[in-house]
């Protein structure tokens, strides 16, 4: 028998639709690196709680029959203190929790363990839904906490102090009331033969299922007009309007999104008057810059918090007016030791020079500063840096569109539209989630010498495809706009 799980009920609340094709397998599976690295993090987190706890059993996975006939012996033990991942199945539900401790022989203690640094509103719906299956198992549990990590913790501390708890009880039996209110309604909607009619919700926009669903067959939905505010979208969806085409003339628009739906009802590619003007500002020679970096959970290396991010490497390319590539830098950090430090000065060493630095967003720009913050003795040096900076997104942004980026401007979205012939296909690490993960997947010891070697040329290769495709990105943009004067 197949039985409902977090992710499904939780779905449910936000659209019975999305948890109907989520019981059926119709979601498209995460794959690839970053998840892999976001799924053994989250493994060893929940490992490092259990360590917190004495007299602990953690529950072994077998046959699900098997499981679950564990768990009834488990917590009908009153020798036993503490069960890790114990599985419960009950009113065709089924729920892992993450830890239960027991208060005394009638009552529990139930804990949720969470990989993030802050405690999220969220997590209660997480503690809530364990507390639903449990209470209709008959099990009592009077007390709700979440684990979630601490902040001031460094490498080499006791292990109790990487967790900070929060008691939930009182949101978490109120919301558990709401959970099993609805919960044989849930059971009967999911479990039907006949999909639940959909209907255009905000939680579209970023919904797995939305290019099967509500999207299907939709040209120019709403979703594209760029940077589209929660009220500003439920009033269109008020108006019942889906499509671009379908606003108003008179309705409220930014600059932006009017940009956007001109040039969709008139089917041309926006260029402004003024990205000439913009792209003569930027004064030569050209660096094209771009980093790097992992945001590891457990920390690697001394003196570094959870969550911290650290820059792992950059590409750098010194151009010439029409994108002939003078000199070609490029850096990757030695991952068995935290490198930030010898990052900023090779960055100073490189970008000594005058000339303008090109990015492609503001997050270069954000990181050069938080190593200004942390090496005081570099700050000078790394602050010039940040005044050279221009952001060519933005630029792009302002002052051009095409019909095909469907109000997205990221690198990946824009470049095989302007430039089709190049594309990140063809390589072994394309993603910049990948990337981060490979690094981590070294710096963890998960990687034999063949493997480490060749994987610092994919990320090396990976960072220099960035830099490149901004040179594509630049050229054509100076190209366009010289037209357009012509």
């Known amino acids: 028998m197949e039985y409902i799980n977090k ?69 009908a033990d009153y020798n036993i203190d503490t069960v890790c991942n114990a599985c419960f199945v009950q009113g065709g539900y089924y729920v892992k929790v993450d830890i239960l401790k ?33 209470s209709k198992a008959n ?71 939305f290019d099967i669903c509500m999207g299907k067959n939709v040209n120019n939905h709403i979703f594209d007009l760029p940077r589209l505010s ?39 590619t926006y260029i402004s008057n003024t990205l000439l003007s913009e792209l003569s500002n930027i004064k030569q020679p050209y660096y094209y810059l771009d980093f790097e970096s992992v945001t590891m959970i457990m920390p690697l290396y001394p003196d570094i918090a959870p969550h911290t991010q650290v820059l792992t490497q950059f590409s750098l390319d010194k151009t010439d007016n029409v994108g002939n590539i ?67 997104e933005l630029i792009l942004k302002k002052n051009y569109y095409d019909v095909n980026f469907h109000g997205r401007s990221s690198i990946k979205k824009v470049l095989p539209v302007l430039v089709p012939k190049e594309t990140y296909l063809d390589l072994e690490i394309g993603y910049g989630g990948d990337a981060a993960a490979s690094f981590a997947f070294m710096a963890m010891g998960m990687y034999d010498e063949k493997q480490i070697e060749q994987t610092k040329m994919n990320l090396l290769k990976y960072c220099a495809k960035d830099t490149a495709a901004m040179i594509y990105i630049h050229q054509f943009l100076i190209n366009i706009a010289k037209n357009k004067y012509s």
Not at 23 to 43: A, C, H, M, Q, S
Not at 65 to 70: A, G, N
Not at 360 to 389: G, Q, T, W
């Open 326 to 392: 003078l000199n070609h830098y490029e850096y990757i950090a030695d991952y068995t030791k935290d490198c930030r430090r010898e990052f900023a000065m090779q960055l100073i060493k490189c970008l000594k020079q005058d000339g303008t630095i090109i990015t492609y967003s503001n997050s270069e720009r954000i990181s050069i500063l938080k190593l200004a913050r942390l090496f005081e003795d570099l700050s000078d040096s790394l602050n010039k840096i940040v005044d050279r900076i221009v952001d060519l």
């Open 230 to 268: 929660v009220p500003v979208m439920e009033e269109l969806i008020a108006l019942k309007v889906d499509t671009i085409d379908k606003v108003p003339d008179d309705f409220k628009l930014t600059q932006m999104q009017k940009i956007v739906k001109d040039s969709v009802l008139t089917n041309t």
């Open 7 to 75: 992710t499904v009920f939780i779905n449910y609340l936000n659209c019975p639709t999305l948890a109907w094709l989520t019981k059926r397998n119709k979601i498209p599976k995460l794959t690839g690196l970053n998840n892999d690295f976001l799924v053994y993090e989250g493994k060893i987190i929940r490992q490092k709680a259990w360590q917190i706890f004495n007299n602990v059993v953690v529950q072994k996975k077998v046959g699900d029959e098997d499981v679950f006939l564990q768990t009834k012996k488990l917590v």
């Open 102 to 134: 027991r208060i005394d022989k009638n009552s529990w203690h139930l804990f949720e363990v969470k990989s993030g640094s802050k405690y999220k509103v969220k997590y209660i719906n997480d503690v809530a839904f364990a507390a639903m299956v449990l």
């Open 139 to 209: 099990i009592n549990v009077s007390k709700y906490s979440v684990l979630y990590l601490s902040n001031s913790y460094r490498l080499g501390m006791q292990i109790d102090s990487l967790f900070k708890e929060i008691d939930s009880t009182e949101k978490v039996e109120l919301t558990l009331l709401d959970f099993l209110s609805v919960s044989d309604q849930a059971i009967k909607e999911i479990s039907s033969e006949n999909m639940p009619e959909p209907y255009l919700k905000r939680s579209c926009k970023n919904c797995p299922v």
